[in-house]
């Protein structure tokens, strides 16, 4: 199930500033690497010239922040040209970016916040993603955010926003299982039944990644190995039709990529044990 003619990567990691010498020197057998595009905008000189060597070795993906693509601020054209000329430099397989906002009245929260999930914000954000689209000449993939408080005004589920503006929009999905499971924990629902209502087809892209767990409620800090119930849960979107290549990210207390590829590769056998259940 694959509604977009974009490659199947494999496993991959996120190219981290700590690790540029062991991709250069080492040239490590991880398949692919995200970047994250903000890092590469609006910049030269030794970033820019090592994001040309990675890319010229392996594949790569876009992977934004500041989209800020449910604001009510307009699109930011510059940021959009910027971002399709890093993408056409580096020859990226495709540009994600949040289903969120990130500020308002030209003001930068530096922060992914939820959207309200109403039908307003759905054909407003919708809308946008279409533009988008339509500059950049390629879908956009979106990811899900992990939250901690929600829109008393929201009228429906999460999944169901999400699983509206991808047909809506006809972009793709940047699944994140873990930010699944850290709103699933905040909010009390079940991340299968989010699994679930999403079109698998459209699923470009998992992320799995480590979180805080401070038993009240789970922040999503990118931090150490994956959890098992996140493990659990790639499986599950699998099973449910998903195939697309998985991203581990890493953002804390990062290890030398040895360790961290490593844990990425578990993806590996997690996903062919879901085979094993399933048959």
């Given at each position: 199930?694959?509604?977009?003619?974009?490659?199947?990567?494999?496993?991959?990691?996120?190219?981290?500033?700590?690790?540029?010498?062991?991709?250069?020197?080492?040239?490590?057998?991880?398949?692919?690497?995200?970047?994250?595009?903000?890092?590469?905008?609006?910049?030269?000189?030794?970033?820019?010239?090592?994001?040309?060597?990675v890319?010229?070795?392996?594949?790569?993906?876009?992977?934004?922040?500041?989209?800020s693509?449910?604001?009510?601020?307009?699109?930011?054209?510059?940021?959009?040209?910027?971002?399709?000329a890093?993408?056409?430099?580096?020859?990226?397989?495709?540009?994600?970016?949040?289903?969120?906002?990130?500020?308002?009245?030209?003001?930068?929260t530096?922060?992914?916040?939820?959207?309200?999930?109403?039908?307003?914000?759905?054909?407003?954000?919708?809308?946008?993603?279409?533009?988008?689209?339509?500059?950049?000449?390629?879908?956009?993939?979106?990811?899900?955010?992990?939250?901690?408080?929600?829109?008393?005004?929201?009228?429906?589920?999460?999944?169901?926003?999400?699983?509206?503006?991808?047909?809506?929009a006809d972009?793709?999905?940047?699944?994140?299982?873990n930010?699944?499971?850290?709103?699933?924990?905040?909010?009390?629902?079940?991340?299968?039944?989010?699994?679930?209502?999403?079109?698998?087809?459209r699923?470009?892209?998992?992320?799995?990644?480590?979180?805080?767990?401070?038993?009240?409620?789970?922040?999503?800090?990118?931090?150490?190995p994956?959890?098992?119930?996140?493990?659990?849960?790639?499986?599950?979107?699998?099973?449910?039709?998903?195939?697309?290549?998985?991203l581990?990210?890493?953002?804390?207390?990062?290890?030398?990529?040895?360790?961290?590829?490593?844990?990425?590769?578990r993806?590996?056998?997690?996903?062919?044990?879901?085979?094993?259940?399933?048959?």
């Amino acid at each position: 199930m694959k509604r977009f003619d974009l490659p199947q990567l494999g496993i991959g990691v996120g190219l981290r500033t700590t690790h540029y010498r062991d991709i250069l020197q080492g040239k490590p057998a991880v398949d692919w690497f995200e970047v994250l595009s903000e890092n590469y905008m609006q910049t030269r000189g030794r970033p820019l010239a090592i994001l040309d060597q990675v890319a010229e070795r392996y594949p790569v993906v876009l992977h934004g922040v500041s989209m800020s693509i449910g604001s009510t601020d307009p699109l930011d054209r510059g940021y959009l040209g910027e971002l399709k000329a890093l993408r056409d430099r580096i020859g990226a397989r495709w540009v994600s970016d949040h289903i969120c906002w990130t500020g308002a009245h030209g003001k930068n929260t530096h922060d992914l916040l939820p959207l309200p999930l109403t039908e307003e914000a759905l054909r407003h954000t919708a809308r946008r993603v279409r533009e988008v689209q339509d500059f950049l000449g390629a879908p956009l993939v979106l990811e899900n955010v992990s939250s901690y408080a929600s829109f008393a005004a929201s009228t429906m589920t999460e999944w169901e926003f999400v699983a509206a503006l991808a047909r809506e929009a006809d972009c793709g999905l940047l699944l994140d299982v873990n930010n699944v499971y850290v709103s699933a924990r905040n909010h009390g629902f079940n991340p299968e039944d989010y699994l679930r209502a999403l079109p698998m087809d459209r699923v470009v892209q998992f992320h799995v990644a480590g979180h805080s767990d401070l038993g009240t409620h789970v922040i999503d800090t990118h931090v150490g190995p994956v959890p098992d119930p996140v493990w659990g849960l790639l499986q599950a979107a699998r099973a449910l039709g998903a195939q697309a290549p998985v991203l581990l990210e890493w953002d804390a207390s990062i290890p030398p990529l040895a360790v961290v590829h490593a844990e990425a590769l578990r993806a590996e056998a997690f996903l062919r044990e879901g085979e094993r259940m399933a048959s």
